[in-house]
């Protein structure tokens, strides 16, 4: 069984600048999340989408962020215009629907995001 | 106050020993505990699963949660030098819901 996947496994772009990362989780995992880790931080949660509905998205830090699931499959994360600030690692995380008896999460390698 | 604390370490343990990581947590209402375990830029990797008290056991790792004192534990017994990783702490509210990380302990076992 494939994993949770990530892209890009790095990025590194100018203040300013757009970014869009990718995560897709694991075939038929309904739930789909964002976490970040910022240098020296644990990590925090940004959102959750069940399918292709948000259910969850508490932990966006601000409006430049925006968070997709087309489908209910993979997600997208983009941030416009990003600031020194929203470096760190952004990993993605996928669990079957409650009651399946498996509702822990598997993450993803993360991509490292570096704004200069 | 934070809602998840964890030593950060690092931890430091000979090769064979007994291994306790521990983290502490504010909220009662927490009912989900996990550990994972996290490799140098590696995503963190699931390693026990507990829902509400009690021992979990697999293989050399050992999950305890104690809902009275909000207390979380994970044992390795015979550490390896492959157990050198960090190791975090994650908890959560419901099923399906989001997870409250501690910031992870960095365990180094040396041969």
């Known amino acids: 069984e494939a994993g949770v996947t990530q892209f890009p496994s790095h990025s590194v772009i100018e203040k300013g600048q757009t970014v869009t990362l990718r995560c897709d989780p694991i075939s038929g995992h309904d739930n789909l999340y964002w976490y970040r880790r910022v240098m020296g931080k644990e990590i925090k949660f940004l959102l959750h989408?069940?399918?292709?509905?948000?259910?969850?998205e508490s932990g966006m830090p601000n409006n430049r962020f925006l968070a997709e699931r087309t489908g209910g499959t993979y997600s997208t994360l983009k941030v416009q215009p990003a600031e020194l600030e929203d470096s760190g690692v952004y990993f993605c995380?996928?669990?079957?629907?409650?009651?399946?008896?498996?509702?822990?999460?598997?993450f993803g390698p993360g991509t490292r995001l570096l704004v200069l | 106050q934070k809602e998840v604390e964890q030593d950060p370490g690092p931890l430091s343990v000979p090769e064979g020993a007994i291994v306790s990581l521990n983290c502490t947590y504010s909220n009662s209402a927490f009912q989900y505990f996990m550990w994972y375990r996290q490799y140098s830029r590696k995503g963190p990797e699931l390693l026990m699963y507990?829902?509400?008290?009690g021992n979990k056991e697999d293989g050399r790792f050992t999950a305890q949660v104690d809902k009275s004192s909000k207390y979380i534990s994970l044992f390795i017994r015979d550490s390896q030098p492959s157990d050198s990783a960090t190791y975090l702490c994650?908890?959560?509210?419901?099923?399906?819901?989001?997870?409250?990380f501690g910031g992870g302990t960095r365990l180094m076992v040396k041969p």
């Open positions: 507990t829902y509400s008290s």
């Open positions: 995380a996928s669990s079957p629907f409650p009651g399946q008896g498996k509702e822990t999460q598997y």
């Open positions: 994650a908890i959560g509210y419901n099923a399906g819901n989001m997870l409250t």
């Open positions: 989408f069940v399918k292709e509905s948000k259910q969850d």
